[in-house]
C-alpha cells in the first residue's frame, strides 16, 4: 500500500542527513550576521525590545516560517535551527551576566544626552541621534526647551529619561518648538540672550554676528526661559 505521506521529504526534504551540519554552521553564522548588523544598526529602530532580544524573535520567526510555505525546508532542520538558537541564547545571557564589557556590548549603556540644559555632544555623535527626531521625543513629553531640563538620558531600549529642573531653576534654553527653532540665524539681530542651535549653549550676545565659545558654531536662535506646563 503506498504511504500517504513520502516521510523522509517531509523530514529531511530528500537531503543527507549530514546536511544537519550545514544548518549549524548556517544557524551559527546568520545569528552573529544579525546581531552584529542591529548593532550597529543602533537604537533608534529598536526601541520596546533589546537588540539581542530582537536577534531571537527574527531568528526564530524565520525558522517557524519557512518550513510552513516552502516545499524545498524540511521539518528537522528547522528544528535544528530552534535548537541552535536556543542553545545561542542560553550561552549569551549566561556570559552577560559573568561580563559586564560583554553585556554593555550586546544590550549597549545608558548614555547622557543633555547635562544641565545643554547636550552632550560627543554622546550626540556616537548614537548617532538625528537632532529632528530627539527634540519630537521631548515634544512629545511636552518640553519647550532645553532650559527646562536637568538630565536626559538615552535607555538601553532606546528609550530617553529626562529629569527637569524646579520652575525656580529654569534656564535660559534652547527653543525647540518648530516655530522659535527656525529662526535660526548667524544674524543675530537684536540684543539679548541667545542659544546656539548645535550644542545648546546660552550666553548673551549683541547684535551682529558671533561664535559659540563652546563649540566654535555660529548659528543662534533667542533663547527663552518659560515654564514647563504640567
Given at each position: 500500500m503506498?504511504?500517504?505521506?513520502e516521510?523522509?521529504r517531509v523530514f529531511?526534504?530528500?537531503?543527507?542527513?549530514?546536511?544537519?551540519?550545514?544548518?549549524?554552521?548556517?544557524?551559527t553564522?546568520?545569528?552573529?550576521?544579525?546581531?552584529l548588523t542591529?548593532?550597529?544598526?543602533?537604537?533608534?529602530?529598536v526601541?520596546?525590545?533589546?537588540?539581542f532580544?530582537?536577534?531571537?524573535?527574527i531568528?526564530?520567526?524565520?525558522?517557524?516560517?519557512?518550513p510552513?510555505f516552502?516545499?524545498?525546508?524540511?521539518?528537522?532542520?528547522?528544528?535544528?535551527?530552534?535548537?541552535v538558537?536556543i542553545?545561542?541564547?542560553r550561552s549569551?545571557?549566561?556570559l552577560?551576566?559573568?561580563?559586564?564589557?560583554?553585556?554593555e556590548?550586546?544590550?549597549?549603556?545608558?548614555?547622557c544626552?543633555?547635562?544641565?540644559g545643554?547636550?552632550?555632544?560627543a554622546?550626540?555623535k556616537?548614537e548617532s541621534l538625528?537632532?529632528?527626531?530627539?527634540?519630537?521625543?521631548?515634544?512629545?513629553?511636552?518640553?519647550e526647551?532645553?532650559?527646562?531640563?536637568?538630565?536626559?538620558?538615552?535607555?538601553?531600549s532606546?528609550e530617553i529619561?529626562?529629569?527637569?529642573?524646579?520652575?525656580?531653576?529654569?534656564?535660559?534654553g534652547?527653543?525647540?518648538?518648530?516655530?522659535?527653532?527656525?529662526?535660526?540665524s548667524?544674524?543675530?539681530?537684536?540684543?539679548?540672550?541667545?542659544?546656539?542651535t548645535?550644542?545648546?549653549?546660552?550666553e548673551?550676545?549683541?547684535?551682529?554676528?558671533?561664535?559659540?565659545e563652546?563649540?566654535?558654531?555660529e548659528?543662534?536662535?533667542p533663547a527663552?526661559?518659560?515654564?514647563?506646563i504640567?
Open positions: 503506498k504511504e500517504i505521506f516521510w523522509n529531511y526534504n530528500d537531503l543527507p542527513q549530514n546536511f544537519a551540519l550545514e544548518v549549524i554552521f548556517r544557524s553564522v546568520m545569528f552573529i550576521i544579525l546581531l542591529l548593532k550597529l544598526a543602533g537604537k533608534r529602530g526601541k520596546q525590545l533589546s537588540i532580544e530582537t536577534v531571537i524573535i531568528a526564530l520567526g524565520s525558522a517557524a516560517g519557512d510552513m516552502y516545499e524545498d525546508v524540511g521539518i528537522v532542520p528547522a528544528a535544528i535551527v530552534f535548537t538558537i542553545i545561542l541564547y549569551v545571557t549566561w552577560t551576566g559573568k561580563s559586564k564589557k560583554f553585556e556590548f550586546i544590550e549597549g549603556k545608558t548614555e544626552l543633555i547635562n544641565n545643554k547636550f552632550s555632544i554622546t550626540f556616537k538625528a537632532q529632528d527626531e530627539f527634540f519630537s521625543e521631548l515634544r512629545i513629553k511636552s518640553i526647551h532645553l532650559g527646562q531640563i536637568k538630565h536626559a538620558f538615552i535607555e538601553t532606546g529619561s529626562v529629569f527637569f529642573y524646579e520652575d525656580q531653576e529654569v534656564k535660559y534652547l527653543p525647540i518648538l518648530p516655530g522659535a527653532f527656525n529662526k535660526k548667524k544674524i543675530i539681530e537684536n540684543d539679548g540672550i541667545h542659544a546656539c548645535f550644542c545648546g549653549h546660552t548673551e550676545q549683541k547684535s551682529g554676528t558671533a561664535k559659540c563652546v563649540c566654535q558654531k548659528e543662534w536662535v527663552i526661559n518659560t515654564k514647563r504640567t
